[in-house]
Nanobody, 124 residues
Framework: EVQLVESGGGLVQAGGSLRLSCTAS????????IGWYFQAPGKAREGVSC????????YWADSLKGRFIISGDNAKKTAYLQMNSVKPEDTAVYYC?????????????????WGLGTLVTVSS
């Protein structure tokens, strides 16, 4: 059974930085992708970006591309989301998800396994 655990969320002031981690266990293949999503209060879930085990990165949110940086550590089966210059509108629950193979071209294509999410609150 694949399990994903997010960590690193919390309260941060506007303009600050935060790094989220997503560690996967139970993956049956070394060929996989991990994506980061966010869901702001009262809004639908959206995708940030995704990284495959080969290191290929797919950006889903052009508006976040310069501030949010995805990276991965295959040895640890962990993906990271570095959030820089955060804004109050970045307040959301951040989820990671994993699927075998490559990143979906679009975030709404979905991924197979999901974590429970970690809350990020940005104060003004």
């Amino acid at each position: 059974e694949v399990q994903l655990v997010e960590s690193g969320g919390g309260l941060v002031q506007a303009g600050g930085s935060l790094r989220l981690s997503c560690t996967a266990s139970g993956l049956t293949s070394d060929d996989y992708a991990i994506g980061w999503y966010f869901q702001a209060p009262g809004k639908a879930r959206e995708g940030v970006s995704c990284i495959s085990s080969s290191g290929s990165i797919t950006y889903w949110a052009d508006s976040l591309k310069g501030r949010f940086i995805i990276s991965g550590d295959n040895a640890k089966k962990t993906a990271y989301l570095q959030m820089n210059s955060v804004k109050p509108e970045d307040t959301a629950v951040y989820y990671c998800a994993a699927s075998p193979g490559l990143c979906p071209l679009r975030y709404y294509y979905g991924m197979k396994n999901w974590g429970l999410g970690t809350l990020v609150t940005v104060s003004s």
